[in-house]
């Protein structure tokens, strides 16, 4: 996914040029107006409701896609990447240029002899799962995603965050194989070993966990399919009301403090979210649980670690052994009904993030649960009345991911334990800068806690970060590697966007960086020519030796923010809504079997 790109739209004979031109190579083209082009652009965010592209393209196979890198570059017209559309930060909403949906190439094809699951650029998760299903595989999964409706390629790209993450490693762990259109319009397959050039060796590293649309467009992925520990898994739902009552609320918040604190081993992996919902009078924490093991293991596992019977009792009965292909069609589509709802068109909000990246020592743990619980008495204090809701989700990660080193793949916070975020969500326009000014304050709290007072996860973005931290929060020491990578395979920036990996010399040049780091000019202009290696060093160093080499470039600590607020919202939304085809309200209701209006 990339970033949309700013800035005023192309002019309409250079517009209806491209159109012809697609229409000519009878490439799926849709302009403004036209009801294709209204449902790709829709978007449940207010936020993003005017970012409209100048057309819609729906390639059908990889020589469209590229004939429209290639024709886009040469007449210098931006493209914005789509796949699933999920991005926090919009980074799917194309504002100007061209808008390359992805959505025609949604093929999946389960080898069940070599265990390897390929899959077109524009598949999402339900597709991949359709293939268990219907072949009733069980004890075995695809290293995906929580939510059916995301995007593959964009989930792989930014490392990915399985519900079974914890027991086989990041969804980039198990990557084979990417085949990508590159800017001069090349397909380029890069594997995860026996590559024929060293360049595509670490272009393969920098996909698994770069996020996209830094490289090219990512049409085609191959997967190793995991072996789960039996037929069945464990999955369950529960949310959590505590009483006002204060005993019974020090309770809970000492019990969830144990919960954030324990060694779960790496076969169980349970979420939770705190819960702000304007319309209740408390807060509330959703779990989620996903076992790679029998319900007898899980329930001593539970028993053995949370003491509090007000959690531990209700997560034992409301947790389920099932077949692993049932799990995927049933249970995963209904434990992430609310995320899956936000995103569609229909039920349409005001939404914005922040991301972090904590470990889970006991002094942090209690000094991050007091702050979101003094956050949500606040929010609630702040916005009496109103429709709203402040949710903080706990993502578990850890167990196998954190077994590789942390310059592995380019993904690179492998020693956390969770990966949070806060979403604020309301209905009212007005309210948009008093929102703003809430996350701004409540996540400058948070931050310090977040690994090295900066981290933050690619694939929950925000948006909000500062030009020149937002590399550091995003891929740490790896962001070194991966502007060099940057400078061989898209030297002339065509693929850009305001949080992509820049080239070597943008980072140096930035000024606001210079100051941070209290360069003079000279010494400035010194680490710049001396921190561009060559190219045959380059290819010769592994990439742990180069970020150590780096390490003149130490980051200062700062929270990295952008104070400044982004226009208030001026409107309220246009006709796409009344233009679009929306999916039905029991969308639900048959796991992804009923997700027809969405292409499974």
Not at 64 to 75: F, G
Not at 453 to 481: C, K, M, S, T, V
Request: glycine share 8%.
């Amino acid at each position: 996914m990339s970033q949309p790109i700013t800035g005023p739209s192309l002019s309409m004979d250079k517009v209806n040029d491209i159109i012809q031109f697609f229409k000519d190579e009878e490439i799926p083209v849709y302009a403004v107006g036209e009801s294709q082009y209204e449902r790709s652009v829709a978007t449940a965010n207010f936020l993003y409701r005017f970012e409209r592209p100048d057309c819609v393209v729906q390639p059908k196979r990889i020589s469209q896609v590229q004939t429209i890198v290639r024709e886009a570059k040469e007449r210098k017209i931006p493209i914005t990447i789509k796949n699933g559309g999920h991005s926090y930060a919009g980074a799917s909403t194309a504002a100007t240029g061209i808008s390359l949906d992805l959505c025609k190439m949604n093929n999946v094809k389960l080898d069940t002899d070599s265990k390897i699951m390929t899959l077109q650029g524009g598949a999402l998760w339900g597709h991949a799962y359709k293939e268990f299903v219907n072949k009733k595989l069980n004890q075995y999964v695809v290293n995906g995603g929580r939510c059916p409706t995301v995007g593959v390629s964009g989930f792989l790209l930014g490392g990915g965050l399985s519900p079974f993450t914890r027991s086989f490693g990041m969804g980039c762990d198990t990557l084979k194989e990417i085949t990508i259109v590159t800017a001069d319009g090349a397909k380029v397959t890069v594997k995860e070993s026996g590559n024929d050039d060293p360049k595509k060796d670490l272009l393969f590293w920098a996909l698994c966990g770069a996020g996209g649309g830094n490289f090219g467009v990512v049409v085609e992925m191959k997967l190793q399919v995991q072996k789960l520990r039996c037929d069945n898994v464990v999955a369950g739902r529960y949310t959590w009301w505590p009483q006002k009552d204060p005993c019974k609320m020090e309770s809970f918040m000492e019990t969830m403090r144990n919960f954030y604190t324990t060694a779960w081993p790496k076969q169980l992996t349970i979420d939770s979210s705190w819960l702000c919902d304007l319309s209740q009078s408390n807060i509330g924490v959703r779990f989620l649980v996903y076992h790679n093991g029998d319900k007898a293991e899980f329930e001593k596992l539970i028993k053995e670690n949370i003491t509090d019977e007000d959690l531990s009792k209700p997560l034992i009965k409301r947790s389920l052994e099932e077949p692993s292909s049932l799990f995927l069609h049933e249970t995963l589509v209904a434990q992430w009904s609310e995320e899956t709802e936000k995103s569609f068109p229909q039920n349409p909000s005001y939404m914005i993030y922040s991301s972090f990246v904590f470990k889970n020592n006991a002094d942090d743990v209690k000094a991050i649960t007091d702050i979101i619980r003094e956050n949500m008495t606040q929010f609630r204090e702040k916005f009496p009345g109103e429709r709203g809701l402040l949710q903080v989700t706990w993502i578990h990660a850890g167990g196998e991911a954190a077994s590789k080193d942390s310059s592995a793949t380019a993904y690179h916070w492998r020693d956390c334990v969770y990966h949070t975020y806060i979403m604020v969500q309301w209905y009212e326009k007005f309210l948009e800068q008093d929102m703003w000014n809430f996350l701004d304050r409540f996540k400058g709290e948070l931050r310090r806690y977040s690994i090295n007072g900066q981290a933050a996860f690619i694939n929950f973005p925000d948006g909000r970060l500062a030009p020149d931290i937002h590399e550091r929060a995003y891929y740490g020491e790896n962001r070194h590697a991966l502007q060099q990578i940057k400078n061989v395979w898209d030297e002339g920036d065509f693929f850009h966007w305001d949080q992509g990996v820049r080239r070597p010399a943008e980072e140096l040049k930035t000024e606001t960086t210079a100051l941070r780091l209290g360069l003079e000019d000279s010494l400035f202009t010194e680490s710049l020519e001396s921190n561009i290696v060559s190219e045959k060093d380059f290819y010769a160093s592994r990439i742990s030796s180069f970020n150590m080499a780096m390490s003149n470039l130490e980051d200062v600590p700062d929270n990295g923010y952008r104070w400044d607020k982004p226009p208030l919202a001026n409107q309220l939304a246009s006709r796409q809504w009344e233009t679009v085809t929306l999916p039905s309200e029991k969308i639900f209701d048959r796991g992804i079997y009923n997700l027809n209006d969405l292409g499974f």
